[in-house]
């Protein structure tokens, strides 16, 4: 059993920041990648950023020059640094993780709870 937990989460005003974080727990082997997605109501789940083991980013064009993604292997933690926020990046932002189970030794998707973010005046 894998659970990933997000926290960070909150109101802020436009032009604010947060700082979203993840810790993923239970009988993980290996992650091979994280990442952030976010979602509002009636939308699909979209990428907002994610980062392999490698360090390697990827962010959607939305948020490039705002979000900054890193991780902490030792700590099986990520996070999601937000800035210049938008009231358009009001979501439930969404923590996703590749792992491989000590179990069985498959890889597979895991998903967080989710973790409002709300930006407005």
């Known amino acids: 059993q894998v659970q990933l937990v997000e926290s960070g989460g909150g109101l802020v005003q436009p032009g604010g920041s947060l700082r979203l974080s993840c810790a993923a727990s239970?009988?993980?082997?290996?992650?091979?990648?994280m990442g952030w997605y976010r979602q509002t109501p009636g939308k699909q789940r979209d990428l907002v950023a994610t980062?392999?083991?490698?360090?390697?980013?990827n962010y959607a064009d939305s948020v490039k020059g705002r979000f900054t993604i890193s991780r902490d292997n030792a700590k099986k933690q990520v996070y999601l640094q937000m800035n210049s926020l938008r009231p358009e990046d009001t979501a439930v932002y969404y923590c996703?993780?590749?792992?491989?189970?000590?179990?069985?030794?498959?890889?597979?998707?895991?998903w967080g709870q989710g973790t409002q973010v709300t930006v407005s005046s």
């Open positions: 239970g009988s993980i082997f290996r992650i091979n990648a």
């Open positions: 980062i392999t083991s490698g360090g390697s980013t």
């Open positions: 996703n993780a590749k792992v491989v189970d000590r179990l069985n030794y498959r890889e597979l998707s895991y």
